[in-house]
C-alpha cells in the first residue's frame, strides 16, 4: 500500500503488511545504497500488528520506481550469497 | 568505543568528491565466503564484503521462516503416568525430527490430514514388573562392619522386594515411538454405526497410499533425529498409549518448528597496535592477553616486537588496556563488513 501525494511523486510512504524487519532493515540499507535517493527510513508502528512503514524520498525521481530497483537489488545481491555460499561448501567438503 | 555502524548514505562523502553508492559489480567481486568448519550438526563460516543488516535479515530467517515438521496434534488414548496429558503433548511436539521437509506440504485448517501433510507416530508403554530400568545404587557409608553388614542385607531385601514393588521405573525414550507409514490406527467414531462399510473404517487420517511406499522413503524410513531423549518415566502399572501427528511450520509460528538450535554472527575484532612495542612491553602484552592473540617477532639485533597473531580469538576481553598508559598503545574495533 503506498501513501503519497498526486502532485508530487518523489516522495511517499509504502506500508507493507506481514513483514518485520528482517525485510525492512535490509530494504533500507540497500535503498541507501541509491544515489537517487535523499532520505529513507523505517518503522514499525505496533510490534503487535505485522506491519511495516517505509519512507522514501528521492531527488526527483517517482518514489515507486526508486523503491522496486530496491527490491530487486536486494534480490540479485541475495542471489549472489547464495551462489558464493554454495561454492564455497562444496570447495570445503573436497 | 567500538564503532559498528557504517555510513550509509550514499551522498554522505559529496562533499569530498568520493562516490559511496553501492555498485552490484563492485559488491559481486569484493563478496566472499570462507567455510571454516561444517559437521552435520553445526556450521561456522566467514562472510567478508556484506552489511551487517543483509547478514542480520539471513539470521532472523534461520530462526524464523524456514520451515520443518513437529509434532502438533496428540491423540491420547490412555496415560495413566504422572506426567500430565498436556506437559507430555508438549515434550512431544519439541522433539526433532530426521525428514526433509520440503517432501511435505503445509496443511490449513481445512485440510484432511493425508500424506502429503503429515508424518504419524505411535507410542503404546506400559511399565511391568521386573522391568526397572532405573535403581539407585547405594553407596558405603563408613560404618563398622557389623551395622555394615545389616544394611547391606537389609538394602538387598529392599531392593528385591520392595523396591521392586513399589519404586521401579522405567524411562520412555524417544526411540519407542514407531513410524506408522499406513496412517493413524484410530478408528473415528462415526454417526452411522449400524451403515455397512465396505471400504476400510475411517480413521483419524485419510491415506490414500501408503507412505513407505513413496520413492523418497522407502528406503530411508523416518526416525527421530535422537533416538535417547527421555520423553516420560513410567511407575510400576503405569501406560501410555497415543498417536501423534507431525505437521510443516515455521518457527514464526512455534519455536519447535525452528531448525537451527540457534544461529548467531559477530565483526571480526581488529587490534591495533597504535605504536611499536618493543622488548619487555611486548613480552607483557602478550602475557596479558586470556586467549593469546599476540606474538612476538624478533626484529634482528635482538630486539622484539609485538605483532596481532589471531585476531579471530580476541574476546575484546580488554585486559591488554588494563594498566596505566596502555590505552596509548592499543586500539580495540571491530571490522566492519566481516562478518563470522
Given amino acids: 500500500m503506498e501513501l503519497g501525494s498526486v502532485q508530487d511523486q518523489s516522495a511517499s510512504t509504502f506500508s507493507l503488511t506481514d513483514e518485520d524487519h528482517t525485510l525492512a532493515n535490509s530494504l533500507r540499507f ?39 530497483d530496491s527490491c530487486q537489488d536486494l534480490m540479485l545481491i541475495c542471489q549472489h550469497v547464495r551462489s558464493t555460499f554454495d561454492h564455497a561448501v562444496t570447495n570445503f567438503k573436497n | 568505543m567500538a564503532k ?33 568448519r561444517l559437521n552435520e550438526d553445526d556450521m561456522e563460516f566467514d562472510m567478508i564484503g556484506i552489511d551487517p543488516s543483509i547478514a542480520n535479515a539471513f539470521r532472523r530467517i534461520l530462526i524464523a521462516e524456514l520451515p520443518t515438521m513437529a509434532i502438533e496434534k496428540v491423540l491420547i488414548a490412555n496415560n495413566t503416568s504422572v506426567i500430565q496429558d498436556e506437559v507430555l503433548a508438549h515434550r512431544l511436539g519439541l522433539i526433532p525430527i530426521k525428514v526433509d521437509p520440503r517432501l511435505f506440504d ?8 493425508n500424506e502429503k501433510n ?32 545389616v544394611v547391606l542385607i537389609f538394602n538387598w531385601l529392599v531392593t528385591e522386594w520392595y523396591f521392586k514393588m513399589a519404586m521401579a521405573c522405567y524411562a520412555v525414550t524417544s526411540d519407542e515411538l514407531k513410524w506408522l507409514p499406513n496412517g493413524s490406527e484410530f ?34 524410513p523416518i526416525t527421530l533425529k535422537h533416538p ?20 510443516k511450520g515455521m518457527g514464526k509460528t512455534h519455536a519447535k518448528w525452528s531448525p537451527v538450535a540457534t544461529a548467531w554472527y559477530r565483526m571480526l575484532p581488529e587490534a591495533v597496535l597504535l605504536q611499536e612495542i618493543q622488548d619487555e612491553k611486548a613480552t607483557e602484552l602478550v602475557q596479558k592477553c586470556p586467549t593469546k592473540v599476540f606474538d612476538i617477532e624478533d626484529v634482528g639485533k635482538g630486539k622484539k616486537r609485538a605483532t596481532v597473531g589471531r585476531p579471530r580469538d580476541c574476546t575484546l576481553c580488554r585486559e591488554c588496556i588494563r594498566g596505566e598508559g596502555w590505552e596509548n598503545y592499543v586500539a580495540l574495533r571491530r571490522v566492519k563488513d566481516h562478518l563470522i
Avoid at chain 1, 37 to 49: K, L
Fill in chain 2, 118 to 149: 503429515t508424518i504419524v507416530f505411535k507410542l503404546h508403554v506400559r511399565c511391568e514388573r521386573g522391568d526397572a530400568r532405573l535403581t539407585e545404587k547405594r553407596r558405603l557409608t563408613g560404618m563398622t562392619i557389623f551395622t555394615e553388614v
Fill in chain 1, 30 to 68: 540497500t535503498l541507501n545504497q541509491d544515489p537517487r535517493v535523499t532520505f529513507c527510513g523505517y518503522s514499525i508502528p505496533h510490534p503487535s500488528d505485522a506491519r511495516v512503514n517505509i519512507r522514501v524520498q528521492t531527488t526527483g525521481d517517482p518514489a515507486s520506481e526508486v523503491f522496486k
Fill in chain 2, 187 to 220: 478408528l473415528l467414531a462415526t454417526e452411522n454405526s449400524a451403515s455397512n462399510s465396505t471400504s476400510r473404517p475411517k480413521t483419524y487420517t485419510s491415506f490414500s497410499c501408503s507412505q513407505d511406499s513413496l520413492p523418497q522413503f522407502s528406503k530411508n
Fill in chain 2, 4 to 36: 559498528t555502524e557504517n555510513i550509509q548514505y550514499s551522498g554522505a562523502y559529496a562533499s569530498m568528491g568520493v562516490d559511496n553508492s553501492l555498485r552490484l559489480d563492485q559488491f559481486r567481486s569484493n563478496f566472499k565466503v570462507e567455510v571454516m
Fill in chain 2, 228 to 247: 535417547d531423549i527421555i520423553i516420560a518415566k513410567l511407575g510400576l502399572g503405569q501406560e501410555i498409549e497415543l498417536e501423534a501427528h507431525a505437521v
Fill in chain 2, 106 to 113: 503445509y496443511m490449513s485448517e481445512n485440510d484432511v490430514p
